[in-house]
């Protein structure tokens, strides 16, 4: 590290390695992506989350597609160094003790972007306490609040504990760390020797700090009781500063998140104007998120960069020149991406998929608004499209949370039609979708299938990732795709605008399969089957216009502009 660290970013889950479980989805990977470009563009940042021993948890599927779920332990001595330092938080009047583990995201020549992960196994703590930081997203609402307290209130302890004295902006990625705002307060009125903050320490806090929300989803904004938070936390002073905790007999941590911090954004244009509808007494900006492009893009299009692209590496614009890829060597490339994701295929499942079949993927978290399911609305109209084009072929993987059943009913739902839709449609689900999987899925497919009820769809990051390796995405009109979609150029729009729609009909499930089953059977097919040289176009264009701006290299450049150093 070239400097001392100058920004502190918080996140519950962070995808930082493959073997290292520490992530659910869509949070995690945009901020192991963001510490990752961080590191490349050599930002002072360090990054603090929670070791999650047992990771979120492995998925099997059995015949029938009913998930289970097993514990994920790593080698963690194999990845990540224990620390010296030593703090403690207070859980229901008792000190449970905290320890830190390093995870060092490499940058250029010597600069190192530092993750420490928090860790309460120690031998001084109880049983339950020992545990408390094992699992992501486990147990009930005190063991998720009693980990947000290790999260936020531990992690600016820990950061103090280890000399990260410089910090001058605490990055919220989420409200689940909007407890540092509140340890922050504190910690300025304790310094001043008085036992309560006041306004004045309210604005200095707010000052320090930036506000990330993910999702217009209620479930996605954590809320917890007054009576367990007093009870944990040991303090009852919530009517006393309702400009801080905004209660109506619920701690809600997005609000705590928005009241402490002076920048707040969603995560795509409009996810910004939908949390500002939701949020009106704020300002919401918006940064659209991006991935990191080295990690996702695969390896026959990394060989292909290197030799017509050079710098695409640290200069992700770059991009912008593919058009001037020989489009002969671009198919080539896919082609390799395909035939990995295939092998894969046959390896886990035993299926043999038909490399020249088209080949839509979907891979996502399971959750009933992603509608997963919206493709097998009709099947008979399904199998015709897929007889008319000699066959079809449709790769799934996503987990369920393992708390969310109708989440787990549409996995059941979607391996339940493989019988139906045969021979005409061949459906695939891939169990345990991890970050390996994701970057096979996301490059190896033919087009990239997302279908989420708008306005629902925050951003989505897994269309970018096709997108940087020249595979269109063929998408409801919501999240990150209102600002990627051209028709025809870089993928295809199913339904209409949420924006353009009144009282909600956008939300008509029978109104979005049928521009689903019409963009497939008279745009994408005959596009992939007759117009093989318009397809590679396509794929041009994917990488040129939007693999070159959804990145996060882009993403951190606009958080430094707009939120750290302002």
């Given amino acids: 590290m070239k400097a001392s660290p100058e920004i502190a970013y918080f996140s519950m889950e962070v995808a930082l390695a493959t073997d290292i479980p520490t992530y659910s989805g869509g949070l995690g990977m945009l901020a192991g992506d963001h510490l990752r470009s961080a590191a490349d563009l050599e930002v002072p940042l360090v990054g603090i989350t929670l070791l999650h021993r047992q990771g979120y948890f492995r998925q099997r599927l059995d015949a029938q597609g009913r998930q289970r779920e097993e514990a994920c332990p790593w080698n963690i001595g194999r990845y990540v160094r224990e620390l010296p330092a030593r703090v403690a938080v207070q859980i229901e009047g008792r000190s449970v003790a905290v320890r830190a583990w390093q995870y060092d995201v490499p940058g250029p020549a010597s600069f190192v972007v530092p993750v420490l992960l928090l860790d309460t196994d120690l031998p001084e703590n109880s049983e339950w306490d020992r545990h408390l930081t094992d ?54 009125a304790a310094a001043a020797g008085r036992a309560r903050f006041t306004r ?158 088209l080949t839509l993927g979907f891979g996502r978290r399971a959750a009933a608004y992603k509608r997963a399911d919206l493709l097998f609305h009709d099947i008979p109209r399904l199998k015709a499209i897929g007889k008319h084009c000699g066959g079809l072929q449709i790769v799934y993987a996503g987990k369920a949370h393992p708390a969310d059943q109708p989440g787990k009913d549409i996995i059941t739902r979607i391996v339940g039609f493989e019988a139906a839709v045969l021979p005409e449609v061949k459906i695939v689900y ?63 729009a199913v339904g209409q605008p949420w924006a353009a729609v009144p009282n909600g009909a956008v939300h008509d499930t029978e109104h979005d399969a049928a521009s689903l089953y019409e963009k497939l059977e008279r745009q994408v097919i005959p596009l992939f089957c007759r117009k093989p040289d318009q397809f590679t176009e396509m794929m041009s264009h994917c990488i040129a216009l939007n693999g070159s701006f959804f990145n996060t290299h882009r993403m951190v450049e606009q958080y430094v502009r707009k939120a750290y150093f302002t």
């Fill in 430 to 492: 891939l169990e345990n979708y991890d970050m390996a999987l994701g970057q096979l899925l996301t490059a190896g497919v033919d087009v990239w299938l997302n279908t989420p009820a708008p306005p629902q769809e925050a951003s989505g990051t897994s269309g970018m990732k096709a997108a940087l390796n020249g595979v269109p995405s063929l998408s409801v009109l919501d999240g990150w795709w209102v600002e990627g979609h051209v028709e025809g150029a870089t993928g295809w």
């Fill in 200 to 357: 004045e320490d309210v604005e200095q806090v707010r000052a320090e700090c930036v506000f990330t929300t993910h999702t217009p989803v209620p479930a996605g904004h954590d809320k917890f009781s007054l009576e367990l938070v007093g009870r944990v936390l040991g303090r009852h002073d919530f009517t006393e500063h309702r400009e801080v905790f905004c209660c109506e007999g619920v701690l809600n941590l997005t609000y705590l998140a928005l009241n402490l911090s002076h920048y707040h954004n969603g995560v795509a244009r409009q996810h910004g104007e939908v949390s500002q509808l939701m949020f009106p007494r704020y300002t919401i900006d918006a940064i659209t998120n991006g991935v990191h492009a080295p990690t996702w893009t695969s390896e026959p299009f990394q060989r292909l960069f290197d030799r017509h692209l050079p710098d695409w590496r640290r200069d992700c614009f770059a991009l912008r020149n593919a058009l001037r890829i020989p489009r002969g060597e671009m198919w080539i490339a896919h082609q390799r991406a395909k035939n990995r994701l295939i092998a894969a295929v046959r390896e886990v499942t035993g299926a043999s998929l038909d490399p020249g079949l």
């Fill in 135 to 188: 699992h992501l997203y486990g147990g009930d609402s005190y063991y998720r609040f009693c980990q947000e307290v290790v999260l936020g209130i531990g992690g600016i302890r820990m950061l103090r504990a280890l000399g990260f004295n410089r910090v001058r902006r605490y990055h919220m990625n989420e409200g689940h760390a909007a407890l540092l705002a509140l340890e922050l307060l504190d910690t300025r």
